[in-house]
């Protein structure tokens, strides 16, 4: 029975010591987050452009849709367009407009 007293005194110290690394770490981990929000806050993200256009996949790699640049519906395969482009795009088949952010509507393609 006396040898399971020291080995109790020794857990609870291994105890001590996590809760001291976790304190630690957690410490950290608030340092980090403020570290990131103070950069945020400094060095925003650039608008998105006004008008983008979605791309398939593969050799050619197709159109696949016109968007407005803050629509969410984009995919990844996405590159900035003047205006201009994205209305003569549209002009030339109506079927690639987004049926989410209608950029047909805003450039007045119907």
């Known amino acids: ?3 399971e007293i020291p080995r109790l005194e020794l857990l609870y110290f291994l105890e001590r010591v ?3 690394q976790l304190d630690q770490t957690r ?3 608030h340092q980090e ?3 990131l929000a103070e ?3 400094r060095h925003p993200p650039p608008p998105p452009p006004d008008w983008i256009v979605e791309q398939g996949i593969g050799v050619g790699r197709r159109i696949v849709a016109v968007h407005q640049g803050w629509c969410t519906m984009s995919g990844k395969r996405t590159s900035a367009i003047p205006q201009e482009e994205a209305r003569r795009l549209l002009d030339e088949d109506s ?3 987004c049926q ?3 950029p047909d509507t805003d450039l007045g393609v119907l």
């Open 1 to 3: 029975m006396s040898e």
């Open 27 to 29: 410490h950290w981990i």
């Open 39 to 41: 950069h945020a806050a």
């Open 100 to 102: 989410q952010c209608r």
């Open 33 to 35: 987050e403020q570290r």
């Open 18 to 20: 996590q809760l001291q």
């Open 95 to 97: 079927g690639l407009a």
